[in-house]
């Protein structure tokens, strides 16, 4: 289970930085940063990957009431303009930036962090391994389920609330009948391949 082993090596407030949305091929990148409280954090914490979505909702809903959070988003647009390490770099910094309280130190979960102006440090598996972290992958992955639930009755045909715009073999084959719709990324191989077939 995560601990606070990784916070309580950084001096001061620490932000644990995560982010839900990189292998989809629709919907934003959403980052999530988290200062946790010094005691009386949700028991249960764990990576968001090895909870179930109720226990996630559950999760955010004392988070909010007990830790300070920020969050980022990157629209579809802007990772195809960038690429999608691009657009996850600044979700995450959008994140940080819009945390109540400037963090001392940041944690983030991976191998890459964008450019901060606080001590930065990755952890590879960091969301099974920081409380901080993985309190921050609940916050994203909740956030964009969310926004992906409210996508499906814009976007319809494509059952987004399903699969969150992930990959499966049903989305690739509506972007395939239906072509890319705009919250698709047209930069993902299967959205480009749609689209060159319309033309």
């Known amino acids: 289970m995560p601990d606070l082993s990784f916070e309580r ?6 932000a644990g930085v995560d982010e839900a949305g990189r292998g989809p091929l629709a919907g934003p990148v959403v980052a999530a940063a988290v200062i946790l409280p010094h ?3 949700p028991s249960g914490l764990n990576d968001s990957k090895a909870l179930s979505a109720s226990a996630r909702e559950r ?13 980022g988003i990157s629209e579809p647009e802007e990772i195809d303009r960038l690429n999608i390490l691009g657009g996850t770099m600044i979700a995450m910094q959008r994140a940080v930036a819009a945390l109540p309280i400037p963090p001392d130190a940041v944690i983030i979960d991976g191998n890459r ?3 901060l102006p606080m001590t930065a440090q990755t952890i590879i ?8 972290i993985a309190a921050a992958s609940i916050v994203a992955k ?3 389920d969310d926004i992906m639930q409210r996508a499906d ?13 992930y990959p499966t073999k049903a989305h690739r084959d509506a972007v395939a009948e239906l072509g890319p719709s705009p919250i ?3 930069s993902f191989a299967p959205c480009k391949a749609a689209l060159v077939n319309q033309s």
């Open 184 to 186: 698709h990324r047209l």
């Open 59 to 71: 999760l955010l809903n004392i988070l909010r009431k007990c830790a300070q959070i920020g969050v």
């Open 125 to 132: 598996q960091g969301d099974a391994l920081s409380l901080s």
């Open 39 to 41: 005691q009386n954090w």
């Open 113 to 115: 962090a964008p450019q």
């Open 9 to 14: 090596r950084l001096p001061g407030l620490v």
């Open 153 to 165: 009755s814009r976007f319809t045909g494509y059952n987004l609330s399903q699969h969150k715009g």
């Open 142 to 144: 909740v956030t964009r």
